[in-house]
């Protein structure tokens, strides 16, 4: 068929009923639906509606207040292969009438692109009734011609064969019957019925949702449905052309089949914007953009959205996990690669399943992952087999684990700003050490640590059985966290301890980090006090930044931002931005490394404040008790006054 153009159709809404000025007390059908009456005072010629109004139902009928005041819906209508792949759906908002039926059909037909042709034949329980009316409204006018609804005219409209002996009229029989048509026996009539038997055990949770909360479960349910069904389908050949797309002539990666075709859409096939080949690694893309739009005009807030097939600009949209992995340590050392490089892709929120997906882990193995897990952007413990949360551990492992949670808890704030970074400069959250030190040979190629934004360097241990780690420090200031004690040689390779209940974590001079103390959950703790860790670069400075808000707004214009700077001896807190005043922000601890000099006095705001210590051996001070209100005053200092 050559390529037509979009469908016009009349609107086939009911026509307005109004009061018949003639006959008093009577009334008359007017020409036009409720939508289109104007249109009786501007021309003569059938309405019509464009792309935009094909999902609009406020005209459906003429009792316009009683058809609103329904706020759930009556139940939805499908578009289907023979197959079971859906095609199309949607809702119904009062009776499955041909007129909408037939709406939606043309609805159907409209999303698919020009080049597609119709198939042979359509299947409907009530196609007798659908065909009369589409013929009535192709007669007369109200549904346009166009080379698309003359090729619906040109379809064969049959009755499934479950419902075919409901239907005697001798109409229904010549012209509707299934059984009239040898090509119709291989094809499954009754898809449709048997795909409705799946959906009632959803009756119940689709009868408590309101529109529009329905049409996003049932995007996503049919999206499942069909998911299955295409990754079995194997096409050989284009389904819409007599020439072959030959695979061979074409780059094939190691995938799974080693065919381009294999578990997935025939390269050839057509969609309405290019073929298969070029748009196949955009299904996810495409399909986690329209989840976040959606999610974001249903709930009116910031979605979450995980999704593990991705396309350059997925982040945007989209967390990311790194797939199927395996419970070896091997797989645990090749996840840092993979999310390093996904950051450097743009998705930055990713992340890999901690103790492993496929296989049986072990008490070592989850233990040393989950440690290594809590300094992944996307923190999740997933698997296939058997149960693998802490729980089953010993208790050992359980507060192990419970550590390395709460220590990526207690960094909230930090991961909290460095994801409001990678949004609004797009800046990666993790990132190897040779792009911070670019001039230092040695970073180059080191894929078993890496930092976390430009401060905090992980070296965890990747090798079972061994209590050390190998571990590289570029040349500057380092200290060691929690105690804050300075690591001594730099420019080399050093030797760490690292037994089970250790994963080695070094904060680099010169950054400040704004923490908070954990809760049990990230609502809880949100209204915990915060904590600034101060780590001293060899210029004896620092700073640092904290951005906060409700974590839910999608436009980010009520929140609070702070920049730090800590430059002879004293810390200055500058509160930039202070409009949001729901969350208790108060600092409670400042603990600041590399003080070279005992400290007799801190001074906060220009008071006394006697609350601190100083760690003489790890020249490590720490004040606390400061109960200080952050967004009080635009400046705020804290001093220390050491010995001369």
């Given amino acids: 068929m050559p390529p037509s153009g979009d469908i016009e159709w009349g609107c086939g809404f009911r026509a307005e009923m109004i009061p018949d000025k003639d006959n008093p007390g009577y009334w008359k059908n007017t020409k036009y639906c409720p939508k289109h009456i104007y249109l009786e005072h501007i021309q003569a010629a059938p309405c019509s509606i464009d792309k935009d109004d094909y999902n609009v139902v406020d005209c459906n009928v003429s009792r316009t207040d009683r058809y609103c005041s329904r706020r759930t819906s009556y139940g939805v209508?499908?578009?289907?292969?023979?197959?079971?792949?859906?095609?199309?759906?949607?809702?119904?908002?009062?009776?499955?009438?041909?007129?909408?039926?037939?709406?939606?059909?043309?609805?159907?037909?409209?999303c698919l692109s020009p080049s597609v042709p119709l198939p042979k034949y359509?299947?409907?329980?009530?196609?007798?009734?659908?065909?009369?009316?589409?013929?009535?409204?192709?007669?007369?006018?109200?549904?346009?011609?166009?080379?698309?609804?003359?090729?619906?005219?040109?379809?064969?409209?049959?009755?499934?064969?479950?419902?075919?002996?409901?239907h005697t009229r001798p109409m229904c029989q010549a012209q509707t019957n299934p059984y009239k048509y040898p090509d119709v026996n291989g094809i499954n009539t009754v898809v449709c019925e048997q795909t409705n038997l799946k959906l009632k055990k959803y009756q119940n949770t689709l009868s408590s949702f309101s529109f529009p909360k329905s049409k996003i479960f049932y995007l996503l349910l049919f999206n499942f449905m069909n998911y299955p069904l295409l990754h079995l389908l194997y096409v050989t050949q284009r389904p819409y052309s007599s020439e072959p797309l030959n695979s061979t002539k074409q780059f094939t990666p190691d995938v799974l089949g080693g065919k381009l075709s294999a578990s997935t859409v025939c390269p050839s096939a057509q969609h309405a914007l290019s073929s298969h080949y070029n748009l196949h690694n955009m299904y996810g893309y495409f399909e986690a953009k329209a989840t976040n739009i959606a999610l974001k005009a249903i709930r009116?807030?910031?979605p979450f959205v995980l999704s593990r097939s991705s396309f350059a600009g997925s982040g945007?949209?989209?967390?990311?996990?790194?797939?199927?992995?395996?419970?070896?340590?091997?797989?645990?050392?090749?996840?840092?690669?993979?999310?390093?490089?996904?950051?450097?892709?743009?998705?930055?929120?990713?992340?890999?399943?901690?103790?492993?997906?496929?296989?049986?882990?072990?008490?070592?193995?989850?233990?040393?992952w989950m440690q290594l897990?809590?300094?992944?952007?996307?923190?999740?413990?997933?698997?296939?087999?058997?149960?693998?949360?802490?729980?089953?551990?010993s208790w050992t492992a359980q507060q192990i684990m419970k550590q390395a949670v709460l220590m990526r808890y207690s960094l909230t704030p930090f991961w909290y700003t460095l994801h409001y970074q990678a949004t609004v400069s797009s800046k990666t959250l993790i990132q190897p050490l040779h792009f911070e030190f670019s001039d230092d040979e040695n970073t180059l190629g080191i894929d078993q640590q890496f930092l976390l934004g430009r401060a905090i360097l992980v070296s965890p241990n990747l090798i079972s059985n061994t209590t050390t780690v190998n571990a590289y420090f570029p040349r500057d200031i380092w200290y060691q966290y929690p105690s804050g004690k300075k690591v001594e040689s730099v420019g080399v390779f050093a030797n760490l301890d690292a037994p089970l209940d250790k994963i080695n974590v070094h904060i680099r001079g010169g950054f400040i980090i704004p923490m908070q103390i954990p809760g049990d959950n990230l609502?809880?703790?949100?209204?915990?006090?915060?904590?600034?860790?101060?780590?001293?670069?060899?210029?004896?400075?620092?700073?640092?930044?904290?951005?906060?808000?409700?974590?839910?707004?999608?436009?980010t214009k009520i929140y609070n931002y702070f920049e730090f700077s800590s430059v002879e001896n004293t810390l200055t807190i500058n509160a930039t931005v202070?409009?949001?005043?729901?969350?208790?922000?108060?600092?409670?601890?400042?603990?600041?490394?590399?003080?070279?000099?005992?400290?007799?006095?801190?001074?906060?705001?220009?008071?006394?404040?006697?609350?601190f210590f100083y760690n003489i051996s790890d020249q490590v001070l720490v004040i606390y008790a400061l109960d200080l209100a952050m967004i009080e005053q635009t400046i705020q200092t804290i001093q220390w006054i050491t010995m001369k």
């Fill in 316 to 368: 945007q949209y989209t967390a990311h996990w790194t797939g199927d992995n395996k419970s070896t340590f091997k797989d645990m050392y090749f996840s840092i690669s993979a999310i390093l490089s996904f950051n450097m892709f743009g998705l930055t929120n990713v992340g890999a399943d901690i103790c492993g997906f496929g296989l049986d882990t072990t008490e070592e193995l989850c233990t040393r």
């Fill in 300 to 302: 009116g807030k910031r």
């Fill in 77 to 110: 209508i499908l578009t289907m292969c023979n197959c079971g792949i859906i095609l199309n759906f949607n809702e119904l908002y009062r009776s499955e009438s041909p007129t909408r039926v037939l709406h939606h059909l043309c609805t159907t037909i409209n």
């Fill in 373 to 393: 897990g809590a300094f992944y952007p996307f923190m999740r413990n997933h698997n296939a087999g058997k149960d693998q949360d802490p729980a089953v551990f």
């Fill in 122 to 166: 359509l299947i409907y329980d009530n196609a007798c009734g659908l065909l009369l009316t589409f013929q009535n409204r192709f007669e007369n006018g109200h549904i346009h011609h166009t080379a698309r609804t003359d090729a619906l005219d040109n379809m064969i409209f049959l009755i499934d064969k479950f419902h075919i002996g409901n």
């Fill in 578 to 611: 202070t409009n949001y005043t729901d969350s208790p922000m108060r600092l409670e601890l400042v603990r600041i490394f590399g003080v070279n000099q005992s400290v007799t006095d801190v001074i906060v705001n220009g008071k006394e404040h006697i609350d």
């Fill in 523 to 555: 609502m809880l703790s949100r209204g915990n006090p915060f904590i600034l860790i101060v780590a001293l670069s060899s210029f004896r400075n620092a700073t640092g930044n904290l951005f906060w808000d409700d974590g839910d707004s999608i436009e």
